[in-house]
């Protein structure tokens, strides 16, 4: 079957530092990686969409310079949190799906708390 | 603007109902729909997807019943049970672009023994 992992599942770090967090996936080709912030007030956001051999897209009010992505082969991601503050709190969700398939199947997500 | 909505917010039914959940969309384009199931501390799990060629989908006591013509679209969870009380969220793509997927707010669902 088909899953995601990421890991840390949580983490705390001091505002003002940086943490990296990573996606794995298992059973398929990620071909697309989809990195997503869940909050209580935000519902999903979406930070960006990388899918191998393309350039990474961010979304509105995400920029590379605060979240820079890696995506090196068909089944890791990485993403980092630049210069933390309170704002960037959450759950940190990675979404990845195969080519030609529309499931986009989620990791745990990574639950970050700044300090 | 949000451009998936979802109703209730929260609803609670007792075992052995069947729970309906909401949902309703903006963008004409959207023709595939997933739903995924949350429990807390973990990521969503895919539970069921429809597409818009279709007005019905079932699986395991999960179905999907979709309105193209009304935009919305519901998620009925048959005899529920404890095991199900989690947040359902409905979330809507283009299938020629699903790779960006667009999340309701949610609904959390309770069921009480």
């Known amino acids: 079957g088909a899953l995601v992992y990421q890991y840390p599942r949580r983490t705390i770090c001091k505002s003002g530092t940086s943490m990296r967090m990573e996606c794995q996936a298992v059973g398929f080709q990620a071909t697309s990686v989809a990195w997503y912030r869940q909050s209580p007030q935000k519902t999903f956001e979406l930070i960006a969409l990388s899918t191998v051999n393309s350039a990474i897209k961010y979304e509105q009010n995400f920029t590379q310079e605060k979240f820079p992505i890696s995506h090196p082969n068909l089944s890791f991601s990485s993403m980092t949190v630049l210069n933390a503050y309170l704002e960037d709190r959450g759950l940190y969700l990675c979404?990845?799906?195969?080519?030609?398939?529309?499931?986009?199947?989620f990791g745990p997500g990574t639950r970050l708390t700044v300090l | 603007q949000q451009q998936v909505r979802q109703s209730p917010q929260s609803l609670t039914v007792w075992e052995g109902e069947t729970a309906i959940l909401n949902c309703s969309y903006e963008n004409s384009a959207f023709d595939y729909f997933p739903w995924y199931q949350q429990f807390p501390g973990e990521g969503p799990a895919l539970l069921i997807a429809i597409r818009s060629v279709s007005d019905k989908k079932e699986d395991g006591g999960f179905t999907i019943f979709f309105n193209k013509r009304e935009k919305n679209l519901s998620l009925h969870i048959k005899d529920s049970q404890p095991g199900d009380s989690a947040t359902y969220f409905c979330?809507?793509?283009?299938?020629?672009?699903?790779?960006?997927?667009?999340f309701g707010t949610g609904t959390r669902l309770q069921v009480s023994p």
């Open positions: 979330a809507a793509s283009e299938t020629s672009n699903t790779d960006k997927v667009v």
């Open positions: 979404g990845a799906r195969d080519w030609g398939v529309y499931e986009q199947y």
